[in-house]
């Protein structure tokens, strides 16, 4: 009989993503089902388990084909009992989802968080080529990441391994972070942080052209920010050299740390390519032992949306 | 027959440390040899294996009541391979030691970075109480660090992990480092970087009971500023807050990302105790997440310059 296959699942605010996935890692088959979110989210589990029944019927695959089922949930995770501690996105708080999840599918669940299982997906089948030691930094809406150290995901001891975002970088000028402290990485590289220095430079009266997107959006983007400075705006580039200095001195303190060998970098900011990833590379340089350095590639992340799934599916693989 | 001891061994610029060591970590007997550098450093190893047939027949003991032996030098190192990279200090260069002392002794060798092998043996043995996810910070000459996550001790992938005393920390007023760069945590937090700002502060004017000890000696160290600190000296008191504050961020910056249960800071700087692990915790707390403070003791490490020798024998029982 041949290896049996995998379900991964990432459990987001807004969707389900779920994906029937081989041995190997290819996707054979995936879906998503919207997130209820209503009632203490008790729907979603029931949700994914009729959902899953319907499209094994639909692929003509049948249970015994699955081998368990991998999970990924945002927030804290207790790994070891499956325990959801708070997923503030989802409303859940100290919610069994492992044992909830097996009781309605009948298939052994293995829980992780979902940044975290982004970056495995990403080393299994992704940019991080199945490094023993990579670091993920996922730039989108916040700054999350994972890491893989000793050939192996790194849990920590209370669910919050790896939440780089909150690094504090910027002690001259902070900006308040949703977290509650000021200067997290978060409030300058990901998107949203981003967007909001440029418009603070434009409310300070500086002459570029994302004024006028500002006036007629009544907001701007990061990649508006990008977009400008790809067209000699100077204050846009110097929104993103700030940007980029303090990420890549951000980034070489974790490598200092973790000497890694790949740098995987995701999320929607990481769509610039190479326009942030040279500079970023040079101020990782600046920064980093000229050893350390010497050790790591950078690249952008390449599985998208499905880093998720195929993370949670080689969650389940090797537990 | 009882479980065989181990051998533990580590090897500084001054003086080789060698202990015999039970299975379950108690130390039988320990001494010390001066390093030999002269001419490439070839002679520290045929020294070691002399002194450990010597001290064998002195304890009445015999090879064969011991599994292996764990070493830990200075520098970058190959853990597979046993090689030896560089180490700057004994004068190495692609040393392969693991061989050589394996020849010279008959026993299987198992080679580590000797700061990765201290915070080993402290976690074995010492304060960190064999936490699955651990940080070890050690503030003496320089800054150094080793790493626990998932139980297991970090290595890296060029031998360069957990320099944690090249983090940059200090952009505004940055102190020039060995390594090249500017504002790196050791230039703030180690023994001679605690001085060298005091000493700074003196010559820049302001008034503080440290001059006097500045004029009389030539120089002021660490135990100085502490001890004036203590004195309720303005200056002194100003030069830790600053100190502390920085280590705390760079501290709390590497939790976030590890998520452990225990930070052991050890080497010269923490003789000084509640001194400087209270206001330490303070800073910590200020730039960490709350979640991520809640997983977290602070410990002085216990078991001084034993801990390299101790980490090195748990490194060959663990092989």
Known sequence: MSQQHLIGIDIGGTTVKIAFVTYKGDILHKWEIPTDKEEGAIGIVPDIAASIEEQLIAQSLQSKDFAAIGVGAPGFIDVESGIVHEAVNIGWKNYHLSEKLQEATGFKVWVENDANLAALGENWKGSGDQAQHMLAVTLGTGVGGGIIANGQLLH??????????????????????????????????????????????????????????????????????????????????????????????????????????????????????????????????????????????????????????IGAAYLAKRK
């Open 156 to 309: 920590g001891s209370n669910g919050t391994v790896a939440e780089i975002g909150h690094m504090t970088v910027e002690t001259e000028n902070p900006l308040p972070c949703n977290c509650g402290k000021d200067g997290c990485l978060e409030t300058v590289a990901s998107a949203s942080g981003i967007a909001k220095i440029a418009t603070l430079e434009i409310k300070d009266g500086k002459s570029t052209k994302l004024s006028s997107i500002l006036d007629r959006q009544g907001s701007i983007t990061a990649r508006d920010v990008f977009q400008a400075a790809s067209e000699e705006d100077q204050v846009a580039q110097d929104v993103l050299a700030y940007v980029i200095d303090h990420l890549g001195r951000a980034v070489a303190n974790l490598a200092i740390a973790l000497n890694p060998s790949k740098i995987v970098i995701g999320g929607g900011v990481s769509k610039a390519g190479d326009q942030l990833l040279l500079p970023l590379r040079a101020a990782f340089d600046r920064y980093a032992l000229t050893r350390t350095s010497q050790a790591v590639e950078f690249e952008i992340a390449s599985l998208g949306n499905d880093a998720g799934v």
